[in-house]
């Protein structure tokens, strides 16, 4: 039918606008202090994720390309061919490029939050693959939202690459899948990008490279709440502090004040101590035993996982 036809059509799915403010001041508010990880993804900031994710230290985007290239026919083997292709957090599109050939769906769904930036990944994917229909939604994969794309709404394929899932808290992360098991169906199927535990330093070096491009990134999010909500942080006065939390399985990102400071956010006065950290993000690490339990709580049957020789990161197949 028509709703099949090659090309871009834009699905808008409204997603609310974050109250920032309210979300940042009770952030800040709070003991220990902390920031939502999603401050880092404005225009600069997607700009120096793409830089971090070519950069020597970060393993995790080069890794599992390899995967997906090396185990492509095979995962479309699992995930049928000729169905219905959704995407969250599709960003650019690139990674799915690699598995188009060999899943051939009917419909590919990227769903993102960033309206403009889908809106021109999806007219670029056209470009390479003009015999392709793509529904780009926008929509916030985090809250539920109601997919646009017409028909059979049973079985169908879902792709979340990029260890995304590793920025959600084991709570929040079984939660999302919950809600990607309802929107895939039964006899539906999920492929996700997860990264393996594995040793301090080569985790470490990943959250804190040599070029300083990842401190840039988590230092941009004062940059950006002194731009959207007058703030006066001196960026000269914080450092970027990464570590393993191996008790948590987690990497922790934080914002560390050099010396006593008071900032003003949003009208509203804060102190911070010499020494006392702003808590950016957790990147969460699993074993594959790990995040299989995870999978199973969220009502999905694990069917395939692919690692890389290094056993570096582990792409899952899990089937409702
Ligand atoms: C997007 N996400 C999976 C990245 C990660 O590895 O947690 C974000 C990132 N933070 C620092 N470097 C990359």
Known sequence: GPGRAPGVRF??????????????????????????????????????????TELPEYYLTRTEIAILCDHGEEMADLLG???????????????????????????????????EHLRASAEALAEHFPTLAIHATCAD??????????????????????SSIGNFEPEAARALLTRVAALVGIGGRLLVGVDLQKDRTTLERAYDDDQGVTAAFSLNVLTRLNRELGADFDLEQFVHRSFYNEALGRVETHLEALCEQRVRVAGEPFVLAAGE???????????????????????????????????LFSVHCLRV
């Open 11 to 52: 699905f808008d799915a409204h997603p609310t606008p974050d109250d920032l403010r309210a979300e940042v001041l009770a952030g800040l508010s709070s003991t220990p202090k902390r920031l939502p990880p999603k401050l880092f993804y404005d225009a600069h900031g997607s700009q120096l994720f793409d830089a971090i």
């Open 141 to 162: 994969y985090s809250v539920p939202f109601e997919l646009p794309t017409e028909g059979d709404r049973e079985g169908l394929a879902a792709f979340f690459p990029g």
């Open 81 to 115: 061919r000729g169905r219905v292709l959704l995407e969250l957090g599709s960003g650019s599109s690139l990674k799915i490029r690699t598995l188009l050939a060999a899943l051939e769906p009917e419909v590919y769904v990227p769903i993102d939050i960033s309206r």
């Open 277 to 311: 950290r702003i808590h950016v993000e957790n990147s969460y690490k699993y074993d594959i035993a790990g995040f299989h339990q995870l999978a199973a709580g969220a009502g999905f049957v694990p069917e395939r996982v692919w690692t890389d020789p290094r056993r």
